[in-house]
């Protein structure tokens, strides 16, 4: 049963808050302090569905110095792909248990996404 959905990146929030390619090739997502109270405030392993197949995903709360950081769910590598999420994407996140959810790319992910890679292309040769 699922219960509630978040969106990331928070379209109530600048751009900073946008999924980088950074955050693509550490096969990360960024929860910022609005989102925090949807996880478990625990250092800990969350069951992270996507596409119909579970992985062991870690939640790292990301307090190193002991400051209130975004927390970062380290999806890895055959997550990441699995997912197909991309630079500038949007996911919605379900949670479906305590430590259970699900990830899913926002379908209007593809036009934005085409856009923002023609411009990448046509000015920077990416």
Do not use: W
């Not at 197949?53 to 400051?67: M, P, Q, R």
């Amino acid at each position: 049963m699922k219960m509630d959905t978040i969106e990331i990146p928070d379209k109530d929030i600048s751009a900073d808050n946008d999924i980088t390619q950074d955050d693509i090739d550490a096969h990360k997502i960024r929860i910022t302090k609005k989102f925090m109270s949807f996880f478990p405030y625990e250092n800990t392993v969350l069951e992270i569905v996507i596409c119909d197949t579970s992985y062991e995903c870690a939640l790292d709360l990301n307090n190193k110095d002991g400051k209130q950081r975004s927390y970062n769910i380290i999806l890895g590598k055959e997550a990441m792909k699995n997912l197909g999420l991309k630079a500038y994407g949007k996911i919605l996140i379900t949670k479906l248990d305590e430590k259970k959810y699900e990830i899913q790319l926002k379908p209007e992910n593809s036009e934005k996404q085409k856009d923002q890679e023609e411009f990448k292309k046509k000015f920077f040769g990416r």
